[in-house]
């Protein structure tokens, strides 16, 4: 932010640019280079292990990389084209600022809803429905509660099943749904279900 308001004072107040020289091209480009290589690592870590927070840290490694690119053309442009062309460095360096600003908030917007335990998007939990009610012995699904908690997710279900079966098979059953679910989601799965007796067999 300091920077793209410092670019702004020097556009709007025709405060004299300094021509950038070949030094502070060559760091932009071994930046371009080095962020980007830390966000392929960053990226494919975060994947593996399931992480918004390690794939959000990955795309700052990308946002560094972005803004070095542009920091790159805003330097490349002024040092080929001349003294005229100074002012390029501070309006490229307002893109950046921009483009920082719109990501920064894209990232963000993923851990708010972790922070504030939002549900997971409603295809996945039609998902976890149709996971559930796959399972033999399975009547009914309802009262699912979802949410983040890290990497793994944390799932809280009432189950309804045959009134008429006893509780070593209901029992079963729970284990069941448990074991789709968890290789589906993972072993961390946090997994509650409450089994209820179908109505409809009283």
């Known amino acids: 932010m300091t920077s793209g308001i410092t670019s702004v004072c020097q556009i709007l107040g025709g405060a004299e640019t300094p021509h950038p020289s070949w030094i502070a091209f060559a760091v932009a480009i071994i930046s371009i280079v080095f962020k980007e290589f ?4 960053t990226w494919r870590t975060g994947r593996k292990e399931g992480s918004p927070v390690v794939m959000a840290n ?21 040092i080929l084209l001349g003294e005229k062309w100074t002012l390029l460095d501070p309006l490229v360096g307002c893109a950046i600022s921009i483009f920082i600003i719109v990501v920064a908030v894209k990232m963000a917007l993923p851990a ?19 996971i559930i009610e796959s399972v033999e012995g399975v009547e009914d699904v309802h ?8 990497p793994h997710v944390i799932i809280d279900v009432h189950v309804v099943m045959d009134p008429q079966i006893t509780l070593v098979c209901a029992h079963d059953i729970t284990i069941q749904v448990e074991e789709a679910l968890r290789k589906n ?5 946090q ?12």
Do not use: C, M
């Not at 009262?143 to 890290?150: A, Y």
């Open 143 to 150: 009262e699912l509660k979802t949410r983040r908690n890290g």
């Open 58 to 78: 990955a795309w700052h490694h990308r946002t560094d990389a972005f803004s070095s690119v542009a920091s790159a053309i805003g330097i490349g442009g002024a």
């Open 112 to 130: 708010l809803s972790e922070l504030l335990e939002a549900s997971l998007p409603e295809e996945e939990e039609q998902k976890i429905t149709q």
């Open 185 to 189: 989601y993972g072993q961390l799965t």
């Open 191 to 202: 997994i509650s279900i409450h089994a209820e007796p179908s109505t409809d067999a009283l």
């Open 38 to 41: 830390l966000y392929q690592i």
